[in-house]
Every structure is written in C-alpha cells, then in structure tokens.
Nanobody
Framework: QVQLVESGGGLVRPGGSLRLSCAAS????????MRWFRQAPGKERELVAA????????IYADSVKGRFTISRDNAKNTVYLQMNSLSPEDTAVYYC?????????WGQGTQVTVSS
C-alpha cells in the first residue's frame, strides 16, 4: 500500500521557519522524483520544489527561490522542505508528490498558515 504522509505544518509568524517532512512507503522511493506542491484557498495547485534521485536535479518556483530548500534521504524514504522567511503569501496546504514516468502518488497534505 502506497503512502505519503506529510508532517511539520502549522501556524507560524511572518519571517519564521518551518520544516515539512514527507514519509513514503509502499514503493521504491529512490526510483521516484519527489515534489512539493501547494494550494492556497481559491487558487490552483502549484509546484513549489522538485528533486530527482539522486539529488542532482532540483528546481524551485520563482516565488520560493532563496527561501525554501528541498532535500531527500533515500535511506529514510523521506523528503523534506525547509521553509524560511515565510510570508502570509506562503499560506496554503502543502502536498507531497512522488512521480516516475506516468505514475504519480499524492499525500493528504499539511496546512501551513503564516499569520501574525
């Protein structure tokens, strides 16, 4: 059974930091590219960051470059998203995604709220 379980979301003040984690199981994690998406209320889901395996290919949305860092630990079947200098515009549900060719798995999402 494939599972992607996100954690680490919550309420943070502007300028603060959060670290999201996504624990994977039920598939060969190291064979999949891992991505973080987010969806704010009333907006489409957007790609935030992606990382290949091995971690030689990394991309970020322009809106998070220099503030967010994606990483993975294939030994732990986990992908991370370190988020710094958070702003209210980063408020969204953050989703973990695993993709290989035409196969795509999604987590249930974790809420990130940036507010004073």
């Amino acid at each position: 059974q494939v599972q992607l379980v996100e954690s680490g979301g919550g309420l943070v003040r502007p300028g603060g930091s959060l670290r999201l984690s996504c624990a994977a199981s039920g598939f060969t994690f190291s064979d999949y590219a891992m991505r973080w998406f987010r969806q704010a209320p009333g907006k489409e889901r957007e790609l935030v960051a992606a990382i290949g395996s091995p971690s030689t290919s990394i991309i970020y949305a322009d809106s998070v470059k220099g503030r967010f860092t994606i990483s993975r630990d294939n030994a732990k079947n986990t992908v991370y998203l370190q988020m710094n200098s958070l702003s209210p515009e980063d408020t969204a549900v953050y989703y973990c995604n695993a993709r290989r060719v035409q196969v795509s798995y999604w987590g249930q999402g974790t809420q990130v709220t940036v507010s004073s």
